[in-house]
């Protein structure tokens, strides 16, 4: 079984910072790439960013330069740092793990993280 557990969701005024954190757990062999996507409150489902196991990353364009993703590979943990939001950034943020397990790879979902762009 994986388990994948977001946190670090809140409320921040515009302008602000928010990290969140995405662990991945359970029995597998390896995680390979990691992404982050958010559905906005208009039920948009929109991709944030991915990290590969090179460590490259790639963002939506509006999010380039606020955004970035780092992960420790050792903990099976990734990171999205999110600057300068403002209240179109407020959604529901999923990390979504393609994870090897049993010799074959398949992405997983959390339930996600509530942030809230609001003064």
């Known amino acids: 079984q994986v388990q994948v557990v977001e946190s670090g969701g809140g409320l921040v005024q515009p302008g602000g910072s928010l990290r969140l954190s995405c662990v991945v757990s359970g029995t597998i062999d390896s995680v390979n790439s990691m992404g982050w996507f958010r559905r906005t409150p208009g039920n948009q489902r929109e991709l944030v960013g991915t990290i590969d196991n090179e460590g490259r990353t790639d963002f939506a364009d509006s999010m380039k330069g606020r955004f970035f993703v780092s992960r420790d590979k050792a903990e099976n943990t990734v990171y999205l740092q999110m600057n300068s939001l403002n209240p179109e950034d407020t959604a529901i943020y999923y990390c979504?793990?393609?994870?090897?397990?049993?010799?074959?790879?398949?992405?997983?979902w959390g339930r996600g993280t509530q942030v809230t762009v609001s003064s």
């Open positions: 979504y793990p393609n994870v090897r397990r049993a010799g074959l790879n398949q992405n997983y």
